[in-house]
Each structure stands twice: as structure tokens, then as C-alpha cells.
């Protein structure tokens, strides 16, 4: 018999023992910091749009917050993100949490990225909206504190280019997001 997904969340860590686990795979304080503030956001954003009749499971979001980026502990490349699924699949984490943590990078990965990247060739496209959330609310994130998303998008446009496939990810999730919210 195999275990749902609703039964498998139930075994989410608490919200010390996600900060414990970063801590002891060796993130930085700055980078728990940033996961916390990520956290606060995305809690933020899941809150209003659980009132709004979304159904979502708001500590998923928070825990998969705080450990989206557990993979920093050992690089600060866009690597980190398949470094801290395989972190968390080591430490026994559920599935939705090792999604999150695979899927936040940029506004996701598409399959034929993560074969130039050298992943496993899969869609890192965050799908469910729990997913989406703590995609969405890390890129509201520089550091600890919060930035407009176009702040972000510019940075990314600068680094990978204004035509990058990312860029126009991350805005089509702005957007979902944003018409959620102020629905």
C-alpha cells in the first residue's frame, strides 16, 4: 500500500527542526536568514489566498520555504537547487517538500534546460500551488529583506539576459499569483 500525499505531509518537520536541518547540513546564517524571510512571505501570500477559498496546506509552504535552499550549504550555483532535492531525500523529507526545493529555481526549469544543465531530465516547473507560493515568494526575496519582483527580474535579465526563458516565467507566475491574490 503506498502512502498519499496528505498522509506523507503529515510527516512535514516542524519549523525548528527545518531550521535545525539547515543548520546541520551547514548553511550560512545569511542563508537561513533568507530562507526565514522567504518563509514569512510565502505564509504570508498562502494566508490570503487560503481566505480566499484556495485550497492549499499552509505548512507545506512554510517548511518548504525554509528548506528551499538547504542545497546553498554546498553551492551557490543554480546547481543548489537539485543539491538540496538530493539533501532532502538523504534526510528522508517528503516528496511535495523535495519538489518545492527542486522546483524554485528561477520561475522553474524546463526539461530541455535541465539537460543542459546536466539534471535529470525532467520539468522543474513548480505545478502545484504550494510550489508555486515559495517559488514565487523567494523572488521577492534579495537577502533578508523584501524587493519588488521587478527587482529580481532585472537582476536576472542582467545576468542571463533580457530574452531568457526565466524571465519570462517568473513573470507569468508574478502574475498568477498577483490575480490570486487581488481576486
Known amino acids: 500500500m503506498t502512502k498519499t500525499e496528505t498522509e506523507t505531509e503529515l510527516k512535514l518537520p516542524s519549523r525548528q527542526e527545518a531550521i535545525k536541518l539547515l543548520i546541520e547540513s551547514g548553511c550560512a546564517k545569511n542563508v537561513i536568514e533568507h530562507c526565514k524571510t522567504v518563509a514569512k512571505i510565502a505564509l504570508k501570500i498562502a494566508r490570503k489566498l487560503k481566505k480566499k477559498g484556495f485550497n492549499l496546506n499552509l505548512k507545506l509552504v512554510e517548511i ?4 528551499h535552499d538547504i542545497g546553498r550549504s554546498k553551492t551557490h550555483t543554480v546547481h543548489h537547487a537539485i543539491v538540496g532535492a538530493k539533501i532532502a531525500k538523504q534526510n528522508g523529507l517528503p516528496e511535495p517538500i523535495i519538489r518545492i526545493i527542486e522546483r524554485h529555481v528561477g520561475g522553474g526549469i524546463t526539461a530541455q534546460e ?3 544543465l546536466g ?3 525532467r520539468d522543474y516547473i513548480p505545478k502545484t500551488l504550494e510550489e508555486k507560493i515559495v517559488c ?15 527587482v529580481t527580474i532585472k ?3 542582467e545576468e542571463l539576459g533580457e530574452d531568457h ?9 508574478h502574475e498568477e499569483i498577483s490575480s490570486m491574490v487581488n481576486s
Open 64 to 67: 518548504g520555504a525554509l528548506l
Open 114 to 116: 535541465a539537460k543542459k
Open 119 to 121: 539534471w535529470p531530465v
Open 165 to 173: 526563458p526565466a524571465i519570462e516565467r517568473i513573470k507569468l507566475l
Open 155 to 157: 537582476k536576472l535579465a
Open 136 to 150: 514565487y515568494a523567494d523572488k521577492l526575496v534579495e537577502g533578508n529583506r523584501q524587493v519588488p519582483v521587478e
